[in-house]
């Protein structure tokens, strides 16, 4: 079984036939996906996507690429629905597995720096406060996500999605509890860095993600990603380290699974 950590499951092409999309991954072996979250406007969907169809999770967050569409209330919107959704979890009905994604993207043209930080730093605190593990983005700005994660470190743990960078960075991360996605970038022999780095870390510190509809794996560039397509990832995870397909499916599976206390 592989579960994909980070799938924008809500958005197109998949909105328009998530049946499809499904059959397609679980014909691949995807049985389960994490679907986080941007901003307020697609909390519901995503809610009711993961209520309509069995082996998808969700997360609520705000995305700083996203941050001129959240309004003033954001973050208590925000509070109140990870409130309401801990609650429903007692019950076992809340398949809300995750705070995110949030982050800081200071590649953003006149990215608000400060404003993306506290609005992180929050999140980070709502995280903790709510036991939940956190989906990060960060574009830019590693030594500010750094500083705001040690002030506010994930107690429930988190995954910064969408590696790509150096074994500093990532031991940096991993000291934190913060575990390492691994996506599509690895797919392209051009990313040495990101390969090496990868290639390099223990494995229960590694997630699979497609992050699709975006980071297209090689040999699919020009196309929307498909979170079936996680078994690219997965077969060239394989293909740079030293262990088994198989070894590498199944830690990785029971790692995202234990990080987002989904049941296996
Ligand atoms: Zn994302």
Redesign the pocket.
Known sequence: MLIDS?C?FDFEPFCDDPGYYLALSHQAGVEKIVI?A?GQRNWQAVRELAERFPGLYFGLGL?PLFSAEHDANALAQLESELAAEVGLREKKHSHCVAVG?CGLDFAIADADQDQQISVFAAQLQLANRFELPVIM?CRKAFPELLRVLRQNTPIAGGVY??FSGSYQQATQLIDLGIKIGVGGTITYRRANKTRNTIAALPLDALLLET?AP?MPVAGFQGEPNRPDRLVNVLHELAAIRTESEQIIKQVTSLTTAELFRIQV
């Open positions: 980070h924008h986080p941007v995305h994604e983005h999605h969408g992050d975006d």
